[in-house]
């Protein structure tokens, strides 16, 4: 499982999109940010043995068996000529464009119909999915960042949290599909494009040429793609990269910052 590469890249991907969709405050971008890391990890319900299917126990376990139950039947429903026999369980349904979409959608009619209490309950639940990816550590770090919210912003706090509810459906969406797009590059692959017949196969799995393939929890994931995407998450928390930019070219360039004095 690449739980904490899965989380860290949802994270990023939370990040660079949160300005394009309007989450323009510090506090929104990080919510937006948590949200997309946990939710990137949503996909593998389908899994029993995921983080995802044992976070909250016999709740997420019985959500796990309807959603194994439903992508196997949907499978063998559905599967073209040339797919593989298969049970259709994990890396099916929830590796999808469309479970993506269908789950952002539904995010925003619960959150427009629920307020900031629906918004914080998802924002929640994605942090707990990507804390139980990325370490203890996590939780901490996110009481501190509510803290820092509440007394930054004081009674203005909750109608921030609830101009979320028109974005955290596309939070949710794009989680979800920054999922299938690190599955796709495994030796697996991920048949995300689903229901699109390609080769004669509906559940065609998408990857790259053999050489640009890796295997989840090696060397190519762990010493190359974990510790680029958590200098990226760094990098592309609010402020950082201008502030790194202009440390760099005063560095760089030290007679024009002597000039401007």
Same mark, same amino acid.
Request: aromatic letters at 10%; proline letters at 6%.
């Given at each position: ?19 394009? !969709?309007? +989450?323009?405050? /510090?506090?929104?971008? #990080?919510?937006? *940010?948590?949200?997309?890391? =946990?939710?990137? &990890? @949503? %996909? ?73 209490? !629906?918004? +914080?309950?998802? /924002?929640?639940?994605? #942090?707990?999915? *990507?804390?139980?990816?990325? =370490?203890?550590? &996590? @939780? %901490? ?78 060397? /190519? ?13 760094? &990098? @592309? ?25």
């Amino acid at each position: 499982m690449m739980g904490r590469t899965h989380a860290l890249t949802g994270w990023c991907a939370g990040l660079a999109l949160a300005p394009a !969709v309007g +989450a323009d405050t /510090v506090h929104q971008a #990080v919510a937006f *940010a948590a949200t997309t890391a =946990g939710f990137a &990890l @949503l %996909p593998d319900l389908d899994h029993p043995g995921a983080r995802a299917s044992k976070l909250l126990g016999p709740v997420t376990g019985a959500i796990s068996w309807l959603l194994r139950k439903v992508s196997g039947f949907l499978y063998q429903l559905t599967k073209g000529p040339r797919d593989e026999k298969r049970t259709g369980t994990h890396r099916h349904l929830s590796h999808t464009v469309l479970f993506a979409a269908g789950l952002g959608a539904l995010t925003t009619a619960a959150t427009k119909a629920g307020g900031w209490y !629906v918004v +914080a309950g998802i /924002v929640l639940f994605g #942090v707990l999915l *990507a804390e139980d990816a990325l =370490g203890d550590w &996590l @939780l %901490p770090v996110a009481g501190g960042a509510v803290i820092w919210w509440v007394y930054s912003v004081g009674g203005q706090g909750a109608g921030q949290l609830e101009e979320l509810s028109g974005w955290l459906g596309i939070a949710v969406a794009v989680g979800c599909f920054v999922h299938c797009l690190g599955d796709a590059l495994t030796e697996s692959g991920c048949p995300f494009l689903f229901p699109v017949p390609i080769a004669g196969e509906t559940w065609y799995e998408i990857r790259p040429p053999k050489p640009l393939r890796f295997t989840t929890g090696k060397k /190519v994931e762990n010493l190359l793609i974990f510790p680029v995407f958590v200098v990226a998450a760094a &990098l @592309l928390f609010p402020g950082v990269w201008p502030a790194v930019s202009q440390a760099v070219g005063d560095f760089l360039n030290p007679g024009a910052v002597q000039a401007g004095q």
